[in-house]
């Protein structure tokens, strides 16, 4: 008897030993697990950063001519392909470049947008600059312009728009790309270069001057038209409060025009299918102006700039109404006391 209890004790204990062994053997395997899943980890990072140290080779033209750089142009190819292993706040950035006399520049571009993203469908574009920079700058995506920026960069941060634009239209399907960039105004603080998809377009002095004679060639213009094609997607991607810009311009002798649409209206339009619609000018500008939105017009009233926000009606008209058959819409300015001349404005 004595005999069988030692036997069974001795089996319980080999069972509890079994029991013990087979929990530390999984742990094991737990932590085993882990340890390959982090080693799959480091690796990819490792991968990450070579990939990035070999876009960190700064893009220029050389020492001096980067000063007239002021165009900056990035092509992303096989856009598709990165765009669907994104998730949104994922960022894509390009290769460091030189421009308008500052070294160190990136952008950094989220095809799904950031976490601050309200609309849906739109993409984030931010440019980094170096600390102490004091930029004015306008950003792009595919054929979207936003209006100018001017930011000071203090410390290691990015500014841009987290609700940028739609980013599905602005795709070239064709050949699986995107280009985006930045136009750089005034910096305080065509040759052409490419490397890794980024362009850089070097502006020559006489360019420079001749975009101040602009200013007096234009002085005698009265009346501007943007015509926006595809208003139907417009329409449709740019929800209340979304805004689209025209390419900067000049007439009756002021410099840096700028125009401002809402399809669907801001976010203070009250009606129900009215579009709003702004114009932009330096500060301290004084002018006599109509504005129109297809054949309806308003004003003409006088008005002084006096700060950067635009001038304009959130409740402009009807915008249905005012788009032709080929789904184009002509916006625009008429300037009073000026000969009678047009200038088109892409």
């Not at 634009?165 to 399907?173: I, M, N, S, T």
């Not at 308003?298 to 001038?311: A, N, W, Y």
Request: charged fraction near 25%; glycine fraction near 8%.
């Amino acid at each position: 008897a004595d005999g069988e209890a030692a036997a069974a004790a001795l089996q319980k204990k080999l069972e509890a030993l079994q029991e013990n062994f087979g929990q530390q053997e999984a742990k094991h395997d737990a932590e085993l697990g882990r340890c390959q899943n982090e080693l799959r980890e480091l690796q990819k990072l490792v991968t990450d950063l070579e990939a990035q140290t070999a876009k960190n080779s700064v893009v220029s033209f050389g020492s001096g001519a980067d000063l007239f750089t002021r165009r900056v142009e990035w092509t992303i190819s096989n856009f598709s392909e990165k765009a669907e292993s994104m998730g949104k706040g994922e960022s894509l950035w390009s290769p460091k470049f030189k421009a308008a006399g500052l070294d160190g520049l990136t952008l950094e571009f989220f095809p799904k947008g950031r976490e601050k993203t309200t609309f849906e469908g739109f993409c984030s574009l931010f440019l980094w600059c170096p600390s102490g920079t004091k930029v004015k700058y306008q950003m792009w995506v595919g054929s979207f312009l936003r209006a100018p920026d001017e930011d000071e960069y203090s410390g290691k941060i990015g500014h841009g728009h987290s609700n940028f634009c739609p980013l599905a239209q602005e795709v070239d399907r064709t050949a699986d790309t995107i280009t985006l960039g930045v136009d750089f105004l005034d910096v305080r603080h065509q040759s052409e270069t490419s490397a890794g998809g980024l362009r850089l377009f070097s502006t020559s002095l006489e360019s420079l001057i001749a975009r101040e004679v602009q200013v007096v060639q234009n002085r005698s213009v009265e009346r501007a038209v943007w015509k926006i094609p595809r208003m139907s997607e417009h329409m449709q991607q740019l929800p209340r409060g979304a805004s689209m810009w025209s390419q900067l311009f000049t007439a009756a002798g002021i410099r840096e025009i700028l125009l401002e649409f809402y399809p669907n209206g801001s976010t203070n339009t009250t009606k129900d299918g009215y579009c709003a619609f702004y114009i932009r000018c330096p500060e301290g500008v004084s002018m006599i102006v109509t504005l129109f939105v297809g054949s309806v017009r308003k004003g003409p009233i006088k008005t002084t700039f006096d700060s950067i926000s635009g001038k304009g009606l959130p409740d402009f008209c009807p915008v249905q109404a005012e788009i032709g058959a080929d789904d184009s819409l002509e916006v625009g300015i008429e300037l009073q006391n000026q000969p009678n001349t047009t200038l088109q404005v892409s």
